[in-house]
């Protein structure tokens, strides 16, 4: 009735239409108060009910220990790998698990800060699968093992975490955060930008143990940089992204309403089997990545030559399919498919990509 389409963009990417009219009816006047969320002191009664209320409920989907703090940072993902490298790093030392474009920049970002080591890569293999990670050379002063635990341009994705050694573990779920239950106290630090599967752009989620919050920084170190400033302040030390953490919000009382992350797995499966079964029986399409990895989230796949890649976007956004065209750094074609687009977009899609291959083929 919206005349959307559907919109298989990585990021920003297609929100809950149910949360989205939420937002319209809360736009002019949100519950009384008089004005938008937008419009709000980040310092009023109101919005500080709007933040708890999205923190409790993180907390609730996410079963979120009281030894975890939430944070609610701006500087998207992208800040983070900064951050954890100039927060975390005790002895200076950190090892790296390279598994795509993304792992690589935060790694690339931390050698900025101290003995910063790569571990174990796919990078041979173009990044098409996951390697081994039960026995890996961490180092004994490491202060953490870091990866990128869903990896959004490649569409990689790891069965098992890392054995750490009993070193910190730090993970980036951008792409896959809320999207399968999730053990918090597997890791030091569970961190993603929000507009992935969660909310609008320019803000991150930071889960951190609270024992890793340091005090003891380089003081040169920017305020805004301490985790220590963002946990000692409530994530107000400076005017938050309001707007951001109230759609957020949203999204997490939607996923509560809908049977929270045991249920998001459970529909991301499904979703997920439709357009890799399709892949893995057609002769013109096939994904990129090696099975057992498989992303549920985003799922590369190409054709024999990038002139028909190029045909085949151009077909679909006419028929209504958008944002199909794969990373440049990869080529090729990408469906993102999180927590909010729906199985019949998926279904739609794949048998949109028949039609092709049937007049094609
Ligand atoms: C998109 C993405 C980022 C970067 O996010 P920004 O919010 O644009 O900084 C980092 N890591 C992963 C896995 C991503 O998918």
Known sequence: MYDRTYNFSAGPATMPVEVLEEIRDEMLNYR???????????????????????????RKLM????????????????????????????NGVADYIVTGSWSKKAFTEAKKFGDVKCIATSEDRNYSYIPDVTDLPIRDNADYVYI???ETIHGTTYQTLPNTKGKILVSDQSSMFLSKPCNVSDYGVIYGGVQKNIGPAGMAVVIIREDLIREDLDPKTPVYLRYDTHAGAGSMYNTPNCWAIYVCGKVFKYLL????????NQRNVEKAKVLYD????SKMFKGTVDKEVRSLMNVPFVTESKDLDAEVVAYTKKAG?????????VGGLRASIYNAMPKEGVVALVECLKKFEAERG
């Open 32 to 58: 009384g108060s008089g004005m938008c969320v937008m419009e709000m002191s980040h310092r009023s009664k109101v919005f500080q009910e709007i933040y708890d209320n999205a923190e409790a409920d993180l």
């Open 63 to 90: 079963n979120i220990p009281d030894n975890y703090k939430v944070l609610f940072i701006q500087g998207g993902a992208t800040l983070q790998f900064s951050m954890i490298p100039m927060n975390l790093m005790k």
């Open 148 to 150: 990128c635990e869903n």
């Open 257 to 264: 309403d809908r049977g929270g992350l045991e249920a998001m």
């Open 278 to 281: 399709f892949l893995d029986s």
């Open 321 to 329: 399919f958008d944002n199909l065209k794969g990373h440049k750094s």
